[in-house]
């Protein structure tokens, strides 16, 4: 019994390979706004090129490269319960930058 209740510990631990919880959430919260930036711009962003742009720009932001973003996304998504939650987290960073944005566009 001990045996098995380590190795389900174990599973629920963070490689160190794969993204931090904290900064996932943010990439992500960050993709999805980069998504309806796209939206927006309407036909002319819908080119693969511009959409590669933007998601580009946001994994250089946060210093990762698209394999390691991949691997970590792949993590998160097998397990649903940390994957739900963190999406619940991506939320509140996306009103957060809202939030942040209405105020610097209230600035004189």
Known sequence: MLTLAGCTKGSDEIPPEVISRDSMVHIMAMFHIAE???MFAGSRA???DVRMT???EVLAHANVDTTRFLRSFD????KPALFASMYEDVIVDI???QAEARKQNKKP
């Open 46 to 48: 819908t080119l693969p």
């Open 54 to 56: 933007y998601l580009r």
């Open 36 to 38: 309806a930036r796209i």
């Open 95 to 97: 009103s957060k930058q």
């Open 75 to 78: 993590f998160y998504a097998n």
